[in-house]
């Protein structure tokens, strides 16, 4: 008889508890798959001090393959369930589909951020709930006050030192304190010109900071953040977002470049797919956590609506304390239903009390009740979070230590842009990527690098200008380089909309050998080819100029980027075959009946591949509607005639001929 399977979905504090209780209780009797989109847990309160650079991204990410035993990790995104098939549809980060099967199934996935309908929010803010979005905060920041400091504006000073949080929760309050903090520590080792000082507000429509907390540590975190220089405004929000400032509920117009969302958060979309009783986008489940008529589903986390027992008619409110504990309760709960350990109970549980790190020493924390602040209550809560990470406790103590005796790094990587942390994203501990189905402005799902593929990071938008290559001219098509034709902003190509038409076309200069255009050499009519009868013999025929190479004539030059070349670097020179126009030949023919076979081929810097059905898989891209090349069977010709005057250069799979080189000057019959 086949073990059990249980598949859980989402490995945030109630998957993560879940899976590492059930590892515990199960011993190898039934199969634990979790699926989630990232290999690791994401310790969520400790993110605010990685956009403030205290410390480093991996502290707070918890290796889920190290930490889990008898857990098999699949990395997907779940975008379908079928309750009566009892199957689970995801798609993993490169673009891929899948289906697991499960006999029990565990629903954890999370919230993501809250939108409200604002005029301007969704396209110019940025929300606070996954690592890509924290990088990114600390990357902008960072770059607004370099900027600033080296602006002789005084009002563009002021708005690039402007920085506005939305939401005076716990993490708003967390990233308005620790981002004061790290903009000031900024200008006392660089001022500005202007003498200015950087500007953090934290608005909310609440009447204090706070709001969940208790009045005394509420008061408590307010005077904190007034004494560091932060503009508290409570009663407001923001009524407009456009990309030079907002423009707030009372009126007043803040011009700024840095619009950080942090009014809440909702439950995973993925949970109103299902069908079934929903409570404020949440999953209606029992106090066991079992959704009401489905046996084998179970839910937890802030997916999940939990009775609370100790406050009857209301349910358990969707923070970090209670999704932890769902898991373990859920845990128990499922291999209880499969009698494989465990006991089925009800998941009753009481707050704690609540901490909130303001940077330095300061905090504020109530645990079991007692009210706190000040270097008390900041021990408190770093002793609290180290206690309850499942790992990585001694490398965050480190760091913590490092920041009290040595100044932060304040460096911008680069690594995430602007566009690709949407403040709508359903997955936001996902950053977005060219060539996902979701991808934003840089990628699609049918783009060129083809499902879950990357593009080179030139080519992204919102990147870096590309760099050529030492020894080449910046790429056509590429930022800061000549526009490709048909590109936008390029000169057009031929034959394209807007463009000079092409020889051959309607309306364009007729090709040669081509009715009422010039014939073409060896053609009735035409210039008589070299080597053929009545034309001038060919290089290396008998009669003909000597070929270079061959005994009498001039010595071949070497080719870079082959053995023994002047500059033996070993690299191939590449060109761009997206700009190298191709000849046209007569119609009704294919290319390799019109241009000679048995002249032997350049050498170029892309390696070919053979493609199924005999076709070379070259890299390029062929116009819609364009014939495909065919290769002529027919025996080897002659070698072909000298390309005419004016004729563009030949592509990599034409017999030689005289080619611009991007290393020296042309030489007849280089590549």
Not at 7 to 31: C, E, K, N, P, W
Not at 510 to 518: D, L, R, T, V, W
Not at 551 to 560: Q, S
Request: hydrophobic share 30%; glycine share 14%; with cysteine.
């Amino acid at each position: 008889m086949s073990r059990p399977r249980i598949v859980i979905v989402g490995a945030g504090f109630a998957g993560y508890r879940t899976a590492r209780t059930l590892s515990r209780l199960t011993r190898h009797q039934a199969d634990i798959v979790l699926l989630n989109p990232t290999d690791y847990f994401l310790y969520l309160p400790l993110l605010p001090q990685v956009a403030a650079g205290i410390l480093e991204p991996r502290r707070v990410s918890v290796s889920l393959s190290g930490t889990l035993p008898r857990v098999r990790l699949v990395l997907g995104e779940a975008d379908g369930i079928d309750l009566d098939g009892r199957t689970v549809h995801y798609t993993d980060p490169e673009g891929g589909e899948g289906t697991l099967r499960y006999d029990r199934l565990v629903l954890a996935a999370g919230s993501v951020n809250k939108l409200l309908p604002i005029p301007g929010v969704a396209e110019h803010a940025h929300g606070f709930r996954g690592l890509p979005e924290a990088l990114y905060l600390r990357d902008h920041v960072t770059r607004q006050v370099e900027l600033a400091a080296a602006a002789d504006d005084r009002a563009e000073c002021a708005a690039r030192c402007t920085f506005v949080v939305v939401g005076a929760g716990y993490t708003g309050t967390e990233v308005a304190a620790h981002g004061q903090m790290y903009t000031d520590a900024q200008v006392r080792r660089h001022p500005m010109r202007t003498g200015m000082r950087p500007r953090w507000m934290l608005l909310d429509v609440a009447e204090r900071v706070l709001p969940e907390m208790d009045e005394r540590l509420s008061r408590t975190a307010e005077r904190v953040l007034r004494q560091r220089g932060v503009d508290v405004r409570m009663g407001t929000s923001v009524k407009e977002a456009t990309h030079d400032g907002v423009l707030l509920t009372d009126g007043t117009t803040v011009d700024t470049r840095t619009l950080v969302w942090c009014v809440g958060v909702r439950p995973d979309p993925l949970v109103e797919s299902l069908g079934l009783p929903m409570e404020r986008g949440r999953l209606l489940v029992d106090p066991h956590l079992q959704v009401p008529g489905r046996p084998e589903l179970f839910a937890c986390g802030d997916v999940a609506a939990v009775p609370d027992l100790t406050k009857p008619g209301q349910y358990t409110p969707m923070t970090a304390q209670h999704a932890w504990r769902h898991g373990k309760v859920c845990a128990e709960n499922v291999a209880a239903s499969l009698g494989i350990g465990g006991q089925r109970r009800a998941y009753r549980h009481r707050d704690m009390g609540f901490v909130v790190d303001l940077g330095g020493a300061k905090a504020a924390a109530n645990p079991l009740g007692v009210p706190m602040s000040g270097p008390a209550a900041g021990a408190v809560t770093r002793g609290y979070h180290l206690a309850a990470m499942p790992g990585n406790r001694v490398r965050v103590a480190a760091d913590w230590l490092l920041d009290a005796v040595l100044p932060r790094q304040a460096v911008q990587l680069g690594l995430v842009r602007s566009w690709s942390v949407p403040l709508e994203s359903a997955s936001p501990e996902v950053a977005r990527v060219p060539g996902r189905p979701d991808a934003g402005p840089a990628g699609s799902a049918g783009s060129a690098g083809g499902p879950g593929r990357t593009e080179p990071a030139e080519r992204r938008q919102g990147g870096e200008p590309a760099k050529a290559r030492p020894g080449e001219e910046p790429a056509k098509s590429q930022p800061d380089g000549e526009s490709a034709r048909s590109q936008p902003g390029g000169e057009p190509a031929k034959g394209q909309p807007g463009g000079e038409p092409a020889k051959g076309q309607p309306g364009g200069e007729p090709a040669k050998g081509q009715p009422g255009g010039e014939p073409a050499k060896g053609q009735p009519g035409g210039e008589p080819a070299k080597g053929q009868p009545g034309g001038e013999p060919a290089k290396g025929q008998p009669g003909g100029e000597p070929a270079k190479a061959q005994p009498g004539g001039e010595p071949a030059r070497k080719h870079p980027g082959r053995p023994g070349a002047d500059g033996a670097s070993g690299k191939r020179h590449r060109t761009s075959e997206s700009t190298r126009p191709r000849p046209a030949h007569a119609p009704g023919t294919s290319r390799k009946a019109a241009e000679p076979s048995a002249a032997p081929k350049p050498s170029t810097g892309a390696r070919r591949s053979e493609a199924p059905g005999g076709t070379r898989s070259s890299g390029r891209t062929r116009s819609p509607g364009a014939p495909a090349p065919t290769r002529s069977a027919g025996p080897p010709a002659d070698p072909g005639p000298e390309p005419p005057p004016n004729q563009p250069p030949p592509g990599p799979d034409i017999a030689p001929g005289p080619v611009k080189r991007t290393d020296g000057p042309a030489v007849e019959g280089d590549s």
